[in-house]
């Protein structure tokens, strides 16, 4: 039986070979058989697929404008109660000294948060404009520039800041300039709100009152991503 062993063995393997099933050979027929596939898609296969891509843009750019549009609102809501707020406390003057300014902040800030009892993260970041501003910065923060970024917050000063809604930002710590170009992509704001990056975090800050009105987690991407 051992003699033979061999020869069967070297049939068999010229018998595969001869009646195409090398497995290489399989998979590159494989290969062509797909490309053929795709090549003969019909103008009419072609046209709806792109139908699909163009309907599936249109629902995100539609979903992205209710989500800004109601954002908005409710911002709008958040400048109303401020401005009442703003006229409890005293009006400063230019000579106003260290002191006056100091006790007109802590006035302010009382006042505000007074009459926002209840607040919570997510009020005014709510999740469908979370979900289109972090689209805005995947889109915007990629590779270099995404390192860039995260190098960026992490040197900036911000350890011990609070991440609670309706709380003041400590006047110790540092606050980072938003790049100019995301701010391209993001809801325009009223004069008396900012955005700024605390680590993985965006807040939305009141830049006099100094108070973190609202933040969202996750706004940094940990990793580069194609995803849209």
Not at 96 to 120: F, H, Y
Not at 204 to 213: G, H, P, S, T, Y
């Amino acid at each position: 039986m051992a003699p033979g062993l061999p020869l069967y063995t070297g049939v068999k393997k010229e018998f595969i070979h001869r009646a195409g099933f090398n497995p290489a050979v399989r998979l590159a027929s494989s290969s062509v058989l797909l490309l053929l596939t795709i090549s003969v898609l019909s103008p009419a296969d072609l046209a709806s697929a792109q139908s699909q891509d163009a309907a599936a843009t249109q629902a995100q750019d539609a979903a992205a404008a209710q989500a800004i549009a109601a954002f908005n609102d409710r911002v709008n809501q958040y400048i109303k109660l401020r401005k009442k707020a703003e006229g409890l406390p005293s009006k400063l003057s230019k000579k106003s000294q260290p002191e006056q300014i100091d006790a007109n902040l802590a006035a302010l800030q009382a006042s505000i948060s007074s009459a926002r009892v209840g607040a919570k993260p997510g009020d005014i970041f709510a999740p469908d404009i979370a979900k289109v501003i972090r689209r805005a910065i995947r889109q915007e923060f990629r590779g270099e520039r995404l390192r860039k970024l995260r190098e960026t917050i992490r040197e900036a000063d911000a350890k011990g800041v609070p991440m609670r809604a309706n709380v003041s930002y400590p006047e110790t710590k540092e606050l980072i300039e938003m790049p100019p170009t995301l701010l391209l992509r993001l809801p325009v704001l009223p004069k008396e709100l900012q955005y700024r990056f605390v680590g993985g975090y965006l807040l939305l800050l009141d830049k006099e009152a100094r108070m973190i009105v609202d933040f969202m987690a996750g706004a940094v991407p940990r990793t580069t991503t194609s995803k849209r």
